[in-house]
């Protein structure tokens, strides 16, 4: 049982991913709204970048209209 929970725990760009699609933004629109490169949205979102920065990660979060905490407890 405990494998299972495991399986289901998202990444933060799975939850990016998500937000982003709720929002109905493209990736291009999120990072001018968030001021990181488009590049970098992209990496985040398919687990390349898997440990991004606070501060990467609270320009997202503002970008999206969100809180951080939001972000973070997403599910």
């Known amino acids: 049982m405990e494998e299972k ?11 990016i991913k998500n937000w982003r699609k709720k929002k109905d933004l493209t990736q291009d ?12 949205l ?6 390349v970048i898997q440990n991004p920065s ?6 997202i979060a503002d970008g999206l209209d969100i809180t951080l905490d939001d972000l973070i407890r997403a599910k």
């Open 29 to 40: 629109a999120l990072a001018k709204k968030a001021d990181i490169p488009y590049t970098t």
């Open 42 to 47: 992209a990496k985040i979102e398919s687990d």
């Open 5 to 15: 929970k495991m399986n289901q725990v998202k990444t933060i760009g799975q939850k």
């Open 54 to 59: 606070l501060q990467t990660i609270t320009k």
